[in-house]
């Protein structure tokens, strides 16, 4: 394949991944199980934060399936941009995910959830 064809096909792949808009993350805790919700949120693949969210946003707003009104995030560190991390975290994650879910789940097996890129640093979470 040329170089020309291999990079129409990146571009090609790019674009696709945009246009979809929703994608599958996994609930996470931090290994304390605080009844706050304190220590609970989301994690997101590398693919999925690199094609959704901008490293120029100081945060992201979430809405929670079934929830009232909006949580904003900060995603302005360093962690959430490292290979390792890519957390969004908020106490208000943790009571949705225990109102929704039976927590702790089992060892290893943390919830598929839906998220949705709404606009801009705007993002939707619902039951997969």
Do not use: Q
Not at 5 to 23: A, H, N, S
Not at 57 to 68: A, C, P, S, T
């Amino acid at each position: 394949m040329d170089k020309t064809k291999g990079k129409i096909l990146e571009i090609f792949k790019d674009v696709r991944l945009k246009m979809k808009k929703k994608f599958i993350v996994s609930a996470w805790n931090n290994g304390r199980h605080h009844p706050t919700g304190a220590g609970y949120g989301i994690k997101i693949k590398i693919k999925d934060r690199n094609a959704y969210f901008d490293e120029k946003w100081k945060h992201v707003i979430l809405i929670l399936e079934g929830r009232y009104g909006e949580i904003r995030i900060n995603i302005d560190k360093d962690s959430f941009w490292d290979p390792v991390c890519r957390e969004l975290c908020h106490r208000e994650i943790g009571i949705w995910l225990r109102d929704n879910f039976e927590i702790p789940w089992k060892k290893g097996r943390p919830y598929k959830l839906a998220m949705e890129h709404i606009i801009d640093n705007r993002f939707s979470i619902k039951r997969k």
